[in-house]
């Protein structure tokens, strides 16, 4: 089925996929399940439910992830930009939806239900939509003049981030526009833009400790500790004390037991008391091996849109990984953010399968006149 002298589907996707990539994704993927069977069964207890429901609901969305990832895998670029705005479309009308038909969970509304899908949220699928689309749009303001491509990059960016704000979901907002400045620099940034947005970014931080309570008290929380509650992150930090260099072993953990999201924002502290700092470097590890192969394929890449789009799509992946573990570690305010395919939940892992699933099918080798003809719009 792989060989190299029968042209079948999948032997040309096993011989041009880049199998550094898929090897660091999978084994976090195994990772994920592992580490979630010391963080989920404490939350799952304390909500009445049965031991492993956290560890078992993450076993049957990971197989749905797997089997999008790898289908994701097979696509062509031209196809890859047809899913993304399709899923563009209907990701930010469903965001869109939330503000009036969303559950409110801590004074936001982020989740829909839907019948017997149950919560999803839609933000999670959002971002590499976005991701794909901004990229097109910046690769086709450089390759065509006549084609408005730099503008619509940049309408892109408040039609995403508006409905963001409103939920509001301060943590993806600023994903996404971090990732959209990256983008908007390797597609060739003058620097005169860079202080721009760099100033644009301060004010809206600023209007939003002035405006939103919240912001406002996360803020004030991780500059001052006597300003509020910081039960979360004082606890968080305890397991990296408890757990040392080699941690107290699985199932040993006893900070878990308080820790409010030690199944989704803060697993990675549970990871941390019970299997160590040094297992914590390797997941670090695996996470940058991820990130600097992508980047280092996209920096080869001659059509601009696998360039952006892998840089892209690799900051997208990277950033949510270090802002979630920044936050266990106290480095910055807490965020609501994931850690990918770590942290326990349905959305985040299909919407990773994705992102992830995009970049295997953009760092594919392929004929180089293959490439030109498949690229064009």
């Excluded at 976090?28 to 580490?35: A, C, N, Q």
């Excluded at 840089?311 to 305010?333: D, R």
């Excluded at 990773?352 to 295997?360: E, M, N, P, S, W």
Aim: charged share 15%; net charge positive; proline share 5%.
């Amino acid at each position: 089925m792989v060989s190299r002298a029968e042209p079948s589907l999948s032997g040309r996707w096993w011989w041009s996929i880049d199998r550094v990539i898929l090897s660091a994704l999978v084994a976090l993927m195994v990772s994920g399940v592992v580490l979630l069977m010391a963080g989920g069964p404490p939350v799952a207890e304390r909500l009445g439910l049965s031991t492993f429901h956290f560890v078992n609901r993450q076993a049957v969305y990971l197989a749905m992830a797997l089997a999008v990832f790898i289908v994701v895998s097979f696509l062509t670029p031209r196809q890859v930009r047809r899913l993304a705005l399709l899923i563009f479309v209907v990701s930010l009308a469903m965001v869109v939806a939330t503000l009036y038909l969303g559950v409110e969970v801590k004074g936001a509304r982020r989740w829909l239900t839907l019948g017997p899908i149950g919560s999803v949220q839609p933000a999670e699928f959002l971002k590499p939509a976005f991701v794909v689309l901004a990229a097109w749009a910046f690769a086709e303001g450089t390759r065509r003049p006549d084609l408005p491509g730099t503008w619509i990059a940049f309408l892109l960016l408040p039609a995403t981030i508006a409905p963001l704000v409103l939920q509001p979901d301060f943590g993806q907002t600023m994903l996404v526009t971090l990732v959209w400045a990256g983008l908007f620099f390797v597609a060739g940034l003058h620097w005169f833009w860079v202080l721009g947005l760099g100033g644009a970014g301060a004010v809206g931080i600023l209007i939003a400790y002035e405006l939103v309570p919240h912001v406002r008290a996360r803020i004030e929380r991780f500059m001052d500790k006597g300003s509020g509650d910081t039960f979360q992150i004082d606890t968080a930090l305890e397991s990296f004390a408890q757990g040392g260099w080699l941690g107290k072993g699985p199932g040993e953990g006893t900070v878990k037991r308080i820790l409010p999201d030690a199944h989704t924002d803060f697993i990675f502290a549970v990871t941390a008391e019970e299997f160590g700092i040094v297992v914590c470097i390797l997941l670090v590890m695996l996470f940058a091996l991820i990130v600097l192969r992508a980047l280092s394929v996209a920096q080869k890449a001659e059509d601009p849109f696998i360039r952006l789009a892998v840089t892209g799509l690799a900051l997208l992946f990277g950033i949510q990984a270090a802002i979630n573990m920044m936050v266990n570690l106290h480095m910055m305010p807490a965020k609501g953010m994931t850690l990918p395919f770590i942290s326990s939940g349905g959305s985040s892992l299909i919407s990773l399968a994705i992102g992830t699933g995009f970049l295997l099918a953009l760092t594919r080798k392929r004929p180089r006149a293959v490439d030109f003809g498949q690229y064009r719009t």
